[in-house]
């Protein structure tokens, strides 16, 4: 990335201010649940604050294309929207724009939004990350090549795992649906100590890739709009991911809205290959 690429990074940012005053405009659980009647282009109920989340980062891409940039857009609500997209240079921009929404809805501490730039289809192409998990206040971005941060603190990508007894000390669950957890609980006592599930994907990622957890799966497969941004933050942190459906470990691709993959995240790549088997069909 240049100078004269878009500023990605100040877009998201806008888009996080004008997000949490949206959320401190409504801040009760009967405020938050309300729908717009509507399903979103990745099949669930649009919530009022999703709709409005996604407006926020709209606008901010829409002024990036009034400068001039061209790119494709695919999110959550909306889908593939076209701002000019260059087949010289192709750039495909990533959005959940508001990870965690039943979360949002509840008061639940972590929600996110979630934004990836691509220059290519799969996860490998993936060229910037930002999550913005609003509970702790928290901005984690990552660069290709370049590292992640969080809170401007670059990452450490030497962190390693902890483990006690031989098992994962504490491991994050996404998509964990109750029957899902009872089906994997046998291969998920044999890898891990303990277990967290957040209920925000791009920011369990996160928490992978900054050591504090030391490893995560999801019990079902995610969307690209999910994972682009957080698996970008892992890889440059220092960890590993698992994309255990693809033709390739980062082959999913990063423009599909329906679900792709099972993930999976670690600080090794001895611990991808215990996560895998958690998830690895039964």
Same mark, same amino acid.
Not at 64 to 74: N, Q, T
């Given at each position: 990335?240049?100078?004269?690429?878009?500023?990605?990074?100040?877009?998201?940012?806008?888009?996080?201010?004008?997000?949490?005053? *949206?959320?401190?405009?409504? +801040?009760? *659980?009967?405020?938050?649940? $309300?729908? *717009?009647?509507?399903?979103?282009?990745?099949?669930?109920?649009?919530?009022?604050?999703?709709?409005?989340? /996604?407006?926020?980062?709209?606008?901010?891409? @829409?002024?990036?294309?009034?400068?001039?940039?061209?790119?494709?857009?695919?999110? /959550?609500?909306?889908?593939?929207?076209?701002?000019?997209?260059?087949?010289?240079?192709? #750039?495909?921009?990533?959005?959940?724009?508001?990870?965690?929404?039943?979360? =949002?809805?509840?008061? #639940?501490?972590?929600?996110?939004?979630?934004? =990836?730039?691509?220059?290519? +289809? *799969?996860?490998?192409?993936?060229?910037?990350?930002?999550?913005?998990?609003?509970?702790?206040?928290?901005?984690?971005?990552? $660069?290709?090549?370049?590292?992640?941060?969080?809170?401007?603190?670059?990452?450490?990508?030497?962190?390693? /795992?902890?483990?006690?007894?031989?098992?994962? @000390?504490?491991?994050?669950?996404?998509?964990?649906?109750?029957?899902?957890?009872?089906?994997?609980? =046998?291969?998920?006592?044999?890898?891990?100590?303990?277990?967290?599930?957040?209920?925000?994907?791009?920011?369990?990622?996160?928490?992978?890739?900054?050591?504090? #957890?030391?490893?995560?799966?999801?019990? $079902?497969?995610?969307?690209?709009?999910?994972?682009?941004?957080?698996?970008?933050?892992?890889? @440059?942190?220092?960890?590993?991911?698992?994309?255990?459906?693809?033709?390739?470990?980062?082959?999913?691709?990063?423009?599909?809205? /329906? +679900?792709?993959? #099972?993930?999976?995240?670690?600080?090794?790549? =001895?611990?991808?290959?215990?996560?895998?088997?958690?998830?690895?069909?039964?």
């Amino acid at each position: 990335m240049s100078a004269r690429d878009p500023d990605w990074l100040g877009a998201a940012r806008g888009a996080v201010e004008a997000l949490r005053g *949206t959320l401190t405009a409504a +801040p009760t *659980t009967a405020e938050r649940a $309300r729908e *717009t009647g509507t399903r979103g282009e990745g099949g669930d109920r649009t919530l009022e604050i999703d709709a409005a989340a /996604e407006a926020a980062v709209f606008r901010r891409l @829409e002024a990036l294309h009034a400068e001039g940039h061209r790119f494709v857009a695919i999110s /959550e609500e909306r889908g593939r929207v076209d701002f000019g997209f260059d087949p010289e240079a192709p #750039l495909l921009v990533v959005i959940d724009p508001l990870d965690g929404s039943r979360n =949002a809805k509840r008061g #639940l501490t972590h929600h996110a939004l979630s934004l =990836a730039v691509a220059d290519g +289809p *799969t996860m490998a192409d993936v060229v910037f990350g930002f999550v913005h998990d609003f509970g702790p206040g928290e901005e984690w971005t990552a $660069r290709r090549g370049q590292g992640a941060w969080c809170n401007g603190v670059r990452l450490d990508p030497d962190v390693p /795992e902890r483990r006690v007894g031989g098992r994962l @000390e504490l491991v994050g669950l996404e998509s964990a649906g109750s029957g899902r957890v009872r089906d994997a609980a =046998a291969a998920l006592a044999a890898t891990c100590h303990h277990v967290r599930a957040l209920g925000a994907t791009a920011v369990t990622l996160c928490q992978v890739a900054a050591g504090r #957890l030391d490893g995560m799966v999801t019990l $079902r497969r995610s969307r690209a709009v999910d994972v682009a941004a957080g698996q970008l933050v892992v890889r @440059e942190g220092g960890g590993v991911v698992r994309f255990t459906e693809s033709a390739g470990p980062l082959a999913a691709p990063v423009d599909a809205l /329906e +679900p792709v993959s #099972l993930v999976v995240a670690a600080r090794s790549e =001895a611990a991808a290959d215990a996560l895998a088997a958690v998830v690895r069909p039964r």
